[in-house]
Nanobody, 125 residues
Framework: QVKLVESGGGLVQPGGSLRLSCAAS????????IGWFRQAPGKGREGVAC????????IYADSVEGRFTISKDSAKNTVYLQMNSLEPEDTAVYYC??????????????????WGQGTRVTVSS
C-alpha cells in the first residue's frame, strides 16, 4: 500500500502563496487517483483539487479554481498543491489522499483509501 506524507504548510499573509507537497512511498502514484482535501476548524472535510493519473486531468473546487494548481512529479513520486492568492478562508489542515480505484477518474469526494497526516495552513495578517 502507499504511504503519504504532506509538508509545506505554515503561516502566510493574505495574498501570499504556498506550495504543499505530498510525498508517496511504497507504491507509484502513477497508478492512483490523488486528491487534496482540507478541513477548517469546526467544519467538515472539503475536496479542493484532484489529479487523474491515467490522463493527467484535474478537477478543482469552485472555491479554489484559478488560484490553486495540482500537479504530479512522477520521478519524485510526489504530488504538489500550488496555492496562490491565499485568503483567510483557506486556513485549514490540508490532506492528500490516493486510491487506485480512482486511477481513471479522480473525485473531490472523500472516498479515497489512503490518507496522509495533514499539514496546517494559516492565512492571517
Amino acid at each position: 500500500q502507499v504511504k503519504l506524507v504532506e509538508s509545506g504548510g505554515g503561516l502566510v499573509q493574505p495574498g501570499g502563496s504556498l506550495r504543499l507537497s505530498c510525498a508517496a512511498s511504497g507504491r507509484s502514484l502513477d497508478y492512483y487517483g490523488i486528491g487534496w482535501f482540507r478541513q477548517a476548524p469546526g467544519k467538515g472535510r472539503e475536496g479542493v483539487a484532484c489529479f487523474t493519473s491515467s490522463d493527467g486531468s484535474t478537477i478543482y473546487a469552485d472555491s479554489v479554481e484559478g488560484r490553486f494548481t495540482i500537479s504530479k512529479d512522477s520521478a519524485k513520486n510526489t504530488v504538489y498543491l500550488q496555492m496562490n492568492s491565499l485568503e483567510p478562508e483557506d486556513t485549514a489542515v490540508y490532506y492528500c489522499a490516493a486510491d487506485p480505484l480512482l486511477f481513471r477518474l479522480c473525485t473531490l469526494s472523500d472516498e479515497y483509501d489512503f490518507w496522509g497526516q495533514g499539514t496546517r495552513v494559516t492565512v492571517s495578517s
